[in-house]
């Protein structure tokens, strides 16, 4: 019996011992286009074993009979071999065609990977659908190279804040330029007021300007981070460009393509605040050293007490969100189109916030001519947000964490309950969230519609007309209230209405030409005309008769009320020449000259230019 035992285990062990048997593996890897050697590459076993190639190409690692070893280096094909003995194993890369030869948006036009001196990060559409989010920008979030995304507030919908290396201004906006479908978009977003003695418009006086617009229906963003890539947008680019590309339709069979999801938001961890027992015994605490005897009954006996009311627990919540977006895409060799439309609903973790948007957009190209391509975009946004005042003194998760777990959400007759004292006053938060309100109702039309002629082999003229129109409603309302000790008479409304309407007119030539199958040249210049021109009205009124009827009419009385109107116009001229011999060196000049009615009456205009080489 033992020997068969034996015998058994033999047949077990020593194939594994053979497979186990490990070597020292050395090589060297090169470019499979000249030979050269190649230092960095990345060499790594499948037990994430890894090591890079010296200056040399050359490398050395140990890896098991059988294992897998992978090369890898950025702009170069990805290559795998099995390691069957301890011979060299030497690895020619090829390049990556497929990365060098992608198409990135730039300034007036796009180009290759390959060909850019300028500093350049895209991301492709599809990899915003990895995390639910209501707003594209909000998925930049650790996606790019180079620029920080910080998000302002937990509000669905909320602005973020975007640098693009660095903040490169002392006093004014340091937030990047969108340019959608070829419609410049301030990425600073518009004011929303609300009451400042009210809590504010939750740590912000800004709306997200992006909200608007599906991330499902983005083909790509590309970023122009530095000054090269930037400059042909002027001082507009200053702080780096976000080039947003929304699908279009493809030659072919029609497809339906419906795409949404389901989530839930939750707050993971709260702050460990004391329950009442606690709460009771600090109590005894603090009036004992300070030798007062005027200890309320309440707190004597901290053993009689229960949890109290956890206050956190009452302004928090699971918060739902779905979003559904249906589209349609086809056409022919001629033409080709792309409709969508979508609906989002998300609630806030913070009770009394949420977001709903409803958004459509059609996309269509047209081959008119051998030589005339036309087509355009147009989408319609209409978002609502109820935003929850979470700022200030009195506001929901600041009272949260000061109000004593002594107070009850609502008091024996069913009404919200308060502190018995306005001695070190807090607010009931959970009162604040659902009975004060700041809602803003936005609607929003964004359109781009071109025409491409080429006059010539190699030279295209292409005309385009943008426009962004917005019309925003923010209603504000303070109720009068009496929550314990704290007693507002005085109710007040307020109702802010503003619109916008932004247009733009470019029209520039495109040349290209490749001289002796080395020289490559690409020249473009052309000029620009925009006007943007906004009004709006502010009104307060106070002492309406019921906090029931929210709206401003005949009744109660004006408190204040203001009116804007203004406008900006702009004309520019720009230019950019490009040059690569033979695929390896490249320069790339541009020049932009804007002229601002923003600018100093003694100085009205500017000149942008930039030079780089690769």
């Not at 518009?190 to 709306?207: E, L, M, P």
């Not at 989408?379 to 609502?384: C, E, H, I, L």
């Not at 009205?537 to 309406?544: G, H, V």
């Not at 600018?599 to 942008?608: C, D, I, L, M, V």
């Amino acid at each position: 019996m033992r020997k068969i035992l034996y015998l058994l285990l033999l047949i077990l062990v020593i194939p594994c011992m053979a497979y186990a048997q490990e070597y020292q593996i050395s090589g060297k890897v090169t470019d499979a286009l000249d030979g050269s050697p190649l230092p960095g590459v990345t060499v790594q076993t499948q037990t994430r074993t890894a090591t890079m190639t010296d200056a040399d190409g050359k490398y050395t690692i140990k890896a098991n009979k059988g294992y897998v070893l992978t090369f890898s280096f950025i702009g170069m094909t990805p290559q795998s071999i099995k390691v069957e003995s301890e011979k060299a194993i030497n690895v020619a890369m090829p390049e990556d065609n497929v990365s060098l030869d992608e198409v990135v948006v730039i300034g007036y036009g796009t180009a290759k990977k390959s060909d850019l001196t300028g500093a350049v990060s895209s991301l492709a559409g599809d990899k915003l659908k990895e995390v639910p989010v209501v707003s594209f920008d909000q998925a930049l979030q650790g996606k790019l190279a180079g620029v920080q995304v910080t998000s302002n507030s937990g509000t669905p919908g909320a602005a973020t804040t975007i640098r693009i290396r660095g903040a490169s201004s002392i006093t004014g906006d340091n937030e990047p330029l969108y340019v959608i479908d070829g419609v410049p978009v301030s990425g600073s977003g518009t004011a929303i007021a609300g009451f400042d003695w009210a809590g504010g418009s939750n740590g912000q006086n800004k709306v997200n300007p992006l909200a608007a617009i599906s991330p499902s229906d983005i083909l790509s963003i590309d970023v122009l981070k530095d000054a090269s890539a930037a400059a042909i947008y002027g001082a507009a680019g200053a702080n780096g460009v976000i080039m947003v590309t929304t699908r279009r339709g493809k030659a072919g069979e029609t497809k339906i393509t419906y795409d949404g999801y389901s989530s839930v938001s939750s707050i993971t961890k709260t702050l460990d605040m004391m329950n009442l027992r606690q709460y009771a015994t600090y109590q005894q605490e603090i009036f004992a050293d300070l030798g007062r005897q005027d200890l309320s009954d309440y707190f004597k006996d901290a053993s009689i007490l229960g949890k109290g009311e956890d206050w956190q627990k009452a302004v928090f919540r699971d918060a739902w969100a779905q979003s559904h977006n249906i589209s349609v895409n086809g056409g022919s060799d001629k033409s080709q189109f792309s409709v969508s439309t979508g609906w989002l609903d998300q609630d806030g973790v913070v009770i009394g916030s949420g977001f709903n948007r409803f958004s459509s957009r059609v996309n269509f190209d047209t081959q008119a001519r051998s030589w005339l391509k036309l087509g355009g975009s147009l989408s319609y946004s209409r978002t609502n947000e109820t935003i929850t005042l979470n700022d200030g003194g009195d506001g929901v998760i600041m009272n949260a964490l000061m109000m004593g777990p002594n107070v009850p959400v609502k008091d024996m007759d069913g009404e919200y309950a308060g502190p018995e004292s306005v001695v070190g006053v807090s607010w009931n938060p959970v009162a604040i969230a659902m009975q004060r309100s700041n809602k803003l109702l936005r609607n929003r039309v964004m359109g781009n519609f071109y025409v491409s002629a080429e006059i010539m082999k190699g030279l295209t003229l292409r005309s385009e007309y943008s426009f962004d129109a917005s019309n925003n409603t923010n209603k504000a309302f303070h109720p009068t209230y009496h929550w314990g000790a704290l007693k507002n008479e005085i109710n007040r409304i307020m109702q802010r209405e503003d619109q916008s309407y932004f247009w733009i007119q470019k029209d520039y030539l495109t040349w290209d030409k490749v001289f002796e199958n080395k020289h490559n040249v690409s020249l473009m210049g052309g000029f620009e005309a925009q006007k943007s021109a906004w009004e709006g009205t502010r009104l307060i009124k106070k002492q309406l008769t019921t906090d029931d009827i929210q709206v401003i009419g005949v009744d109660g009385i004006y408190d204040s009320n203001s009116g804007w109107k203004d406008e900006a116009t702009q004309a520019s001229y720009f230019g950019r020449a490009n040059y690569n011999y033979d695929g390896k060196y490249y320069l790339t000049a541009t020049l932009r000259r804007d002229g601002s009615s923003k600018f100093g009456e003694n100085n009205r205009w500017g000149t942008f230019p930039s030079f780089a080489g690769a």
